[in-house]
C-alpha cells in the first residue's frame, strides 16, 4: 500500500529556532499533501494544502510566515517552523491520498516540543 | 464552512460488549471515510464510503453512509482490547482538493 514517510518523529527546539518537517510519498506522486497539527485528545485541524510546484492554501486562522509550507517534487513536501516558540508545541502530520477511490495515508507525525 | 460531529467523545466498555460511534455533516457529502488513531499512533484509514444508504462489514466492524449522505456511523460488534483508540470519521465534501474535515474522535478504551 501507500506509504508516507515523516521525519523526524520527534524534535525539541529551543524557542526562536525553526524547525523543518519533511513528509515524503515513498511508492506513489503526491500533487497534494495536507498539514494537520493535533493536541492532545483533540481531533487534526487541518492547517495547510500542500501543492506542488505551487503555494500553499493555509486554513484560517494559520499563519502562513509562520509554518512555511514548500511542495518542491511530487514526492516532497515539508512544514517549517519559523521561531518556534512554546505554543507551537504540537503533533504535526502530514496525510496524501493516492487517488479519490483511496483513503488518505498519514505520516507517523512529529511531535515537536519547544522550550 | 463545513463541520462534521461526532459522539460520543469517549466510550468506555467491557470486553465483549459492542461500540457504536456517529457522525453527522452540516452539509451534504461526496463521501466520508473512517480512521483509527491508537494511542500515540498516527491515523489509519479503515474505510471509504461513498454510496447513499451504503453499508460495509470489515470482520466485527460495520460502517453505515446515510441515505442523505449526511451521516455515518461505524459499529463495532463484541469489542476486544485491541479495539483501542480513537476512531475518527472524515467527511469529503467533493472537490478536486481532496480536502477533508474531521469529526472529532470517540475514545474508544476497552475493559479486560
Known amino acids: 500500500g501507500a506509504v508516507v514517510s515523516q521525519h523526524p518523529s520527534w524534535v525539541i527546539c529551543k524557542s526562536g529556532t525553526s524547525v523543518k518537517i519533511e513528509c515524503r510519498s515513498l511508492d506513489f506522486q503526491a500533487t497534494t499533501m495536507f498539514w494537520y497539527r493535533q493536541f492532545p485528545k483533540q481531533s487534526l485541524m487541518l492547517m495547510a494544502t500542500?501543492?506542488?510546484?505551487?503555494?500553499?492554501?493555509?486554513e484560517q486562522g494559520v499563519e502562513k510566515d509562520k509554518f512555511l509550507i514548500n511542495h518542491a517534487s511530487l514526492t516532497l513536501s515539508t512544514l517549517t517552523v519559523t521561531s518556534a516558540h512554546p505554543e507551537d508545541s504540537s503533533f504535526y502530520i502530514c496525510s496524501a491520498r493516492t487517488g479519490p477511490n483511496y483513503g488518505y495515508t498519514f505520516g507517523s507525525g512529529t511531535r515537536l516540543t519547544v522550550v | 464552512g463545513q463541520q462534521v460531529m461526532q459522539i460520543p467523545q469517549y466510550q468506555h466498555v467491557q470486553e465483549g460488549e459492542d461500540f457504536t460511534t456517529y457522525c453527522n455533516s452540516s452539509?451534504?457529502?461526496?463521501?466520508i471515510q473512517w480512521y483509527k488513531q491508537r494511542p500515540g499512533g498516527h491515523p489509519v484509514f479503515l474505510i471509504q464510503l461513498v454510496k447513499s444508504g451504503e453499508v460495509k462489514k470489515q470482520k466485527r466492524l460495520t460502517f453505515q453512509f446515510g441515505e442523505a449522505k449526511k451521516n455515518s456511523s461505524l459499529h463495532i460488534t463484541a469489542t476486544q482490547t485491541t479495539d483501542v483508540g480513537t476512531y475518527f470519521c472524515?467527511?469529503?465534501?467533493?472537490?478536486?482538493?481532496?480536502?477533508?474535515?474531521f469529526g472529532k474522535g470517540t475514545l474508544l478504551t476497552v475493559n479486560p
Open positions: 500542500s501543492n506542488e510546484g505551487s503555494k500553499a492554501t493555509y
Open positions: 452539509t451534504t457529502l461526496s463521501n
Open positions: 472524515a467527511g469529503d465534501s467533493g472537490g478536486s482538493n481532496y480536502k477533508l474535515t
